[in-house]
T-cell receptor, first 112, second 119 residues
Framework: AQSVSQHNHHVILSEAASLELGCNYSYGGTVNLFWYVQYPGQHLQLLLKYFSGDPLVKGIKGFEAEFIKSKFSFNLRKPSVQWSDTAEYFCAVNTGGFKTIFGAGTRLFVKA | DAGVIQSPRHEVTEMGQEVTLRCKPISGHNSLFWYRQTMMRGLELLIYFNNNVPIDDSGMPEDRFSAKMPNASFSTLKIQPSEPRDSAVYFC?????????????????FGPGTRLTVT
């Protein structure tokens, strides 16, 4: 069965630090990849997505993610985090059907 | 567009009572998903519908849970009887043009959630 693994459950950074959140999936075929963000007390919203083309995808608020097919990875990055980036981040994978599989989430806390 | 609408936003009930959560998807979306989020288990998919038809309910934890989608603009998730371990935030999400032909490329739009507390 397909699965999504997010390596870090909790990350604490200081403002201006660089961020990289890991995401790996298990599926050998074509995938559609997503990162969602959930700010405290709010619902999930889309940060960025990848379907095809340039494996480096840019999203909102300065986030980007790189799809590396050989590593089955879709890591999320941001060069300089802000206090307002404190949130939970979910990686998600769809293999072409109805169902999107979500990872367990990574809680990011940015110290001001 | 108003986005996905859920009601109520908060629900506090006593164990054994029936609870009904409601969802209105974004107009034109044909896939609808119900999720449960807890600290212990994270985000769990309970059931999803495509064109008002339940496609997969394998995530529904027990027979106490049931979901319906009588039309394209309304869905309910019912828990009867409710138990304290059902306490969680329940999210509804919808997606445009979902289904096998769409190839899974359409993101899900989440509602604000219903925070359920069963005492």
């Amino acid at each position: 069965a397909q699965s999504v693994s997010q390596h870090n459950h909790h990350v604490i950074l200081s403002e201006a630090a660089s961020l990289e959140l890991g995401c790996n999936y298990s599926y050998g075929g074509t995938v559609n990849l997503f990162w969602y963000v959930q700010y405290p007390g709010q619902h999930l919203q889309l940060l960025l997505k990848y379907f095809s083309g340039d494996p480096l995808v840019k999203g909102i608020k300065g986030f980007e993610a790189e799809f590396i097919k050989s590593k089955f990875s879709f890591n999320l990055r941001k060069p300089s985090v802000q206090w307002s980036d404190t949130a939970e981040y979910f990686c998600a994978v769809n293999t072409g059907g109805f169902k999107t599989i979500f990872g367990a989430g990574t809680r990011l806390f940015v110290k001001a | 567009d108003a986005g996905v609408i859920q009601s109520p936003r908060h629900e506090v009930t006593e164990m054994g009572q029936e609870v009904t959560l409601r969802c209105k998807p974004i107009s034109g979306h044909n896939s609808l998903f119900w999720y449960r989020q807890t600290m212990m288990r994270g985000l769990e998919l309970l059931i999803y519908f495509n064109n008002n038809v339940p496609i997969d309910d394998s995530g529904m934890p027990e027979d106490r849970f049931s979901a319906k989608m009588p039309n394209a603009s309304f869905s309910t998730l019912k828990i009867q009887p409710s138990e304290p371990r059902d306490s969680a935030v329940y999210f509804c999400a919808s997606s445009a043009r979902g289904g096998l032909l769409a190839g899974g490329r359409y993101e899900q739009y989440f509602g604000p959630g219903t925070r359920l507390t069963v005492t």
